[in-house]
């Protein structure tokens, strides 16, 4: 099953993790995600949440990672939609004092 969509427009990178995140799909979504960044070279990119029920520890490395690499090219990144039971465990990560979380309403956590 696909668990990473994308789109590129406007030197911005939607990546949109389709399931659960879990140790095993962790990887492919984590290379198919650094494939990616490095090949479009986005100024934003915007790690899209809004299909994942479920997310453990490996999740946060995911998340973590992908927000170092932006930062390595000069990419702003931000976490948009995630459902309330993922918003629940960045926020239990303190995610939020590095990363910008976006809901649905774009409010700005």
Same mark, same amino acid.
């Given at each position: ?18 399931? &659960? ?12 995600? &650094? ?12 790690? &899209? ?54 809901? &649905? ?5």
């Amino acid at each position: 099953m696909e668990k990473l969509r994308f789109n590129y427009e406007n030197e911005v990178l939607t990546l949109k993790i389709i399931g &659960d995140i879990d140790h095993h799909s962790a990887v492919s979504v984590r290379e198919q995600s &650094d494939s990616l960044i490095f090949e479009k070279r986005p100024t934003i990119v915007l790690f &899209d949440l809004s299909a994942v029920e479920f997310m453990d520890s490996s999740g946060l490395g995911l998340i973590l990672g992908r927000f170092t690499l932006s930062e390595e090219i000069g990419a702003e990144f931000k976490i948009i939609k995630p459902a309330r039971s993922v918003l629940r465990i960045l926020e239990l990560a303190g995610i939020e004092r590095l990363i910008k979380i976006e809901g &649905d309403n774009n409010e700005e956590k």
